[in-house]
């Protein structure tokens, strides 16, 4: 007998099917809000992250800021005081240059008016004397070549030694010559010429020398130089020569051209003792008038500020150009600060055989 058949149920299979479907679709649709809640949180922190940063910067910024405002605030304060200090200094200028102004009305103009009526009597008085042969006027005036007009008893020196047949003056025109004092000295080298040579200390200096040259004796020799960083011949052209004393035309031309010359630049004394020996023959006397001792010993230097020891130091190296039997007489003029320049130029002269004089401020 044939076996029947079980009949094909397709509703469970279809059950199952559904019921598999369905919940792969539950989990795929949990995975997708999982994985969308994940990226939702990522992106707040890396957000915070970079807010904090922008946060720290502009904390930065502000803080940069204030001290900003406050170093701007610092360098106007600092600026004002400058600016009034400058204001107070060029007060003080101005009130110095009427002050000098007031005390030196000379000119150059006028300078050289006096020196054409000092001429002018010179010569009217050696007129006289040729045409009147008067052997009082002679006597009077005794071994002296020139006239020189001082005050008083303020003519004449005790215990300069003026002899010799060749006498060689040396006349430091360095800036230190302007004024006694250092603050004098910078405010006068910056201005003009003519204010230069209005300084009561260089014209003191100019009448010594004036003063000097009418104590020559006559038949004698002399030459004159000045000197600042090199050493030069008062009269152009008479380099390494000797001048005759007798020649007034000579002596009044070495004044006029030390009137007409301003001091500047440092002070070289090695070069002016370098005159010494290439004059021939040697001198026989030497005058030197200084302030202070030099500040250099070649002609160009590098250095700002020179120590007392390096100035000792030229000074020595300067008298070593110096012949040991020649005197040297020794005017030295007030300089503040240059305590040890008396005792070292006394020493000069008295090893030398010289005189040392310590020049006032109302001579000659």
Excluded: H
């Excluded at 997708?32 to 990522?42: K, M």
């Excluded at 370098?274 to 002609?299: A, K």
């Excluded at 305590?339 to 006394?346: C, D, G, Q, R």
Aim: proline share 4%; with cysteine.
């Amino acid at each position: 007998m044939a076996r029947k058949r079980r009949p094909f149920e397709v509703f469970s299979m279809s059950f199952l099917d559904c019921m598999s479907c369905g919940f792969g679709a539950v989990i795929l649709f949990f995975m997708i809000i999982n994985a969308q809640v994940r990226e939702t949180t990522d992106q707040p922190s890396e957000l915070m992250a970079e807010t904090r940063k922008l946060e720290v910067e502009i904390l930065e910024g502000r803080k940069d800021l204030v001290l900003a405002k406050n170093t701007i605030e610092e360098l106007e304060v600092e600026k004002d005081t400058a600016e009034g200090q400058i204001a107070q200094i060029i007060a003080l200028i101005e009130e110095l240059r009427a002050e000098l102004a007031e005390y030196d009305q000379d000119t150059l103009a006028e300078i050289e008016r006096i020196e054409q009526l000092q001429t002018d009597i010179k010569t009217l008085e050696e007129e006289v004397k040729r045409l009147l042969a008067m052997a009082e006027e002679e006597e009077l005036e005794g071994n002296r070549l020139r006239e020189f007009k001082g005050e008083g008893d303020r003519q004449y020196l005790t215990g300069l030694k003026l002899g010799g047949a060749r006498t060689l003056i040396l006349v430091d025109r360095s800036a230190s010559m302007l004024d006694d004092t250092i603050i004098n000295i910078i405010r006068r080298r910056n201005m003009p010429m003519d204010d230069k040579l209005r300084a009561a200390k260089w014209r003191q200096v100019v009448a010594s020398v004036d003063w000097l040259t009418a104590q020559f004796q006559p038949g004698s020799e002399f030459q004159m130089y000045m000197f600042n960083t090199e050493a030069e011949p008062v009269i152009t052209g008479s380099d390494g020569v000797w001048l005759k004393a007798d020649d007034a035309t000579q002596l009044d031309e070495a004044v006029r051209v030390l009137r007409r010359t301003s001091p500047e630049g440092g002070t070289n004394m090695k070069s002016a003792m370098e005159v010494v020996t290439s004059l021939q023959p040697w001198p026989d006397n030497i005058i030197l008038l200084v302030d202070g001792l030099p500040t250099m010993d070649e002609p160009t230097t590098n250095k700002r500020t020179v120590s007392g020891r390096d100035r000792a130091r030229y000074f020595t190296n300067a008298v070593r150009e110096l012949p040991s039997d020649i005197p040297v007489n020794v005017f030295l003029y007030p300089l503040e600060g240059d305590y040890e320049a008396p005792f070292l130029y006394w020493v000069l002269a008295y090893r030398t055989g010289g005189s040392f004089i310590s020049v006032s401020n109302d001579w000659p």
